[in-house]
């Protein structure tokens, strides 16, 4: 998906006719299509764009977050306290009527632990575990810096059906989170997929293998920089490349 | 010359060069008298075995009979789905993740469009959204026929399969006349219906509600009260509440040790808080008390179906918006099915806005709002989940399933440990695993 050099190619803002203003927390992308350098002719391939933000914008949402947001929110607090909450708890998205908290890696164990055991929170299921690669995915450019993998927890409360989320973002270069398997043990297989697919170790969980791809298999295939392989097919007398190097709209 | 004495190959230096002798026979010296020791057995099951429940490999450590230590290895139907669909559009996206979980499809169809139509913030009209309950609930009767037709064939009873099979035969009928396949459907559409129900469907949905459920009275008949299936069932594979919570376990294995957790109840979508019916439960927590509630939920589902086709009111299958909706009606022609030849006349004749849409739609597709979402439905195995994400372009981001099958498999050594070797195939058949689902 990032033929083309991804968050690379950021050209010159007065080349591209916008100001500080319009740009703000946001990035570029180049070209309607996801190709560079095959000729394209249709002179769509300077277009350049800029992304309000993408999937990754920084933004958070002040309380009242609405609903029953604050009851959880103020029972998580009352549990950990204000300090660890203050420190675990980097910011809080509510977007389509769902709550994201974005944790910081070194609170996460507190933090579950006191979402599933206290009266008052009770989220004794952990529904999916998964991760998201936001590499060039529009928002600020990701440098070692940025962290790009996202660990998604989704928690949900059988006792008050209700259902939150955890996000905790770390580095490709340090891709270490500590295993939930203690308080979950359902993410057993969750995070040894979450391993096998994107690379992120998670530390203290009883047997880290591969478990979808073989074991000695190389690379980390549902990291965006990892490609979809295929070859191209002749079909007709035209050759048609696999899909990840077809023209495609960005 | 000093050698390192080896105790089982000593050796010594002769002119011929370095001479070994190896010795043995001295095991049970070496490791202690264990009786069990010389006992214990690592069978492995699968890959390709019947009782598997497809590709599915299990390392069994025994102890004459008795099983002492299940693992279970799974990612030999990987196919990379989830990755497949960040590469297409996200009309494109249903296609796939229809593959998945191949007895569920249209469930996958639609958690994945409710994901899409959440991130896009649409209600799709009523007459979708109950046709969609509709063909979800035909689709719970032909996974739950499947599930007790391996399940038979699985202990031996295979009339048990045969009936399965053939009962399951009908709905897909009904499926193949409404959709135009018989799996893999691609029926449901961000939006709404790929097409509204054909003439006709409707009559044979009602003759199928009518011949069901003596269908099912044959099946308790056949099997329910049959000694030899009850001492099969009965008290194996346990797992309580507890257990199903720590290990994330939903669906009718949940259901079965006593919870009435069934997201159509608790946290409903697609109007089912409008629709009456019962949530099945059972108290045993074995395989026994999984196939009495999936027996009672081909019953419920049933009453689902005759309540959706008591409310169709004709009206639009897809939402209005014509930057979303699939520009064409299907209709069958005489090379098969394809573009209705009324919207090919439009889009050619009548209407350049309609043809540029239409070039639009099916080149580039629509782009979603950024964003991701988390969308939970009742599959015919539990939570089927939908995390798709979304940075505002016309293909998915991320789409990430929580597939029940993947999560309920993980109970298998807490079902099967400590019972017999023929227990585990019983245990595993109650899970009724869809690897499909499992590896995506």
Sequence with gaps: MSNDGGSNVVPGREEAGYDDATASGGGFRKGAFGVSGSGDTSGFGGLV????????????????????????????????????????????????????????????????????????????????????????????????????????????????????????????????????????????????????????????????????????????????????????VEYHDATIPPPDTRRAYR | MTTTQDPYAGSRETTEGRVYTVTGGDWDATLGADPHENERLVVNMGPQHPSTHGVLRLVLDLEGETVTKARVVIGYLHTG?????????????????????????????????????KLLGIEIPQRAATIRVLVMELNRIASHLVALATFGMEMGALTGMTNGFREREMVLDLLEEITGLRMNHAYIRPGGLAQDLPEGSVEHI????????????????????????????????????????????????????????????????????????????????????????????????????????????????????????????????????????????????????ALIHHFKLVTEGFRVPAGQVYVPIESPRGELGYHVVSDGSTRPWRVHVRDPSFVNLQATAAMSEGGMIADVIAAIASIDPVMGGVDR
């Excluded at chain 1, 059988?158 to 340090?174: K, N, W």
């Excluded at chain 1, 891709?175 to 979950?184: D, L, W």
């Excluded at chain 2, 998945?100 to 994901?115: I, T, V």
Aim: charged share 25%.
């Design chain 2, 206 to 353: 009602r003759e199928f509600l009518k011949e069901m459920p003596k269908r099912v009275a044959d099946f308790h008949r056949l099997l329910t009260g049959q000694p030899i299936w009850q001492r099969r069932l009965k008290d194996v594979g346990y797992l309580d509440v507890t257990g199903c919570l720590a290990l994330g376990i939903t669906g009718p294995i949940l259901r079965a040790a006593g919870l009435p957790w069934d997201l159509r109840k608790v946290e409903p979508y697609l109007g089912y808080e409008t629709y009456d019916f019962e949530v099945p439960t059972a108290d045993t927590s074995d395989a026994w008390g999984r196939y009495l509630v999936r027996m009672s939920e081909v019953n419920e589902s049933l009453k689902i179906i005759e309540q959706a086709l008591d409310r169709l009111e004709p009206g639009p299958v897809m939402v209005e918006d014509r930057k979303i909706a699939w520009p064409a009606q299907l209709s069958l022609g005489p090379d098969g099915m394809g573009n209705s030849h009324e919207h090919v006349a439009h889009i050619m004749g009548q209407s350049m806005e």
């Design chain 1, 49 to 232: 764009r800029v992304e309000p933000g993408g999937a990754v914008a920084l933004h958070s949402t002040e309380r009242p977050y609405g609903g029953w947001f604050d009851e959880v929110t103020d029972a998580l607090i009352e549990a950990v306290g204000q300090a660890t909450y203050d420190a675990a708890v980097q910011r809080v998205l509510v977007d389509r009527g769902e709550i994201t908290y974005f944790v910081a890696r070194e609170h996460l164990l507190a933090l579950v632990q006191a979402l599933r055991d206290d009266e008052a929170l009770r989220f004794e299921l952990l529904s999916s575990l998964s991760a998201v690669d936001y590499l060039d995915s529009g928002g600020p450019a990701v440098d070692p810096g940025r962290p790009r993998l996202h660990v998604v927890y989704h928690l949900t409360s059988m006792t008050y059906r209700r259902r939150i989320r955890l996000e905790v973002a770390v580095t490709a270069e340090d891709p270490h989170v500590p295993s939930v398997t203690t308080t979950y043990p359902t993410a057993d297989w969750h995070e040894r997929e979450t391993f096998d697919m994107f690379g992120i170790v998670f530390d203290g969980h009883p047997g880290l293998t591969r478990i979808l791809m073989p074991d000695d298999w190389d690379g980390f295939p549902q990291r965006k920089d990892y490609p979809l392989g295929g070859i191209p």
């Design chain 2, 81 to 117: 789905i989830e990755k497949n669909t960040e590469y297409r559009n996200w009309v494109q996206g249903t296609t796939f993740v229809t593959r998945m979980d191949y007895l569920a499809p249209l469930f996958n169809e639609a958690g994945y469009c409710m994901a899409v139509e």
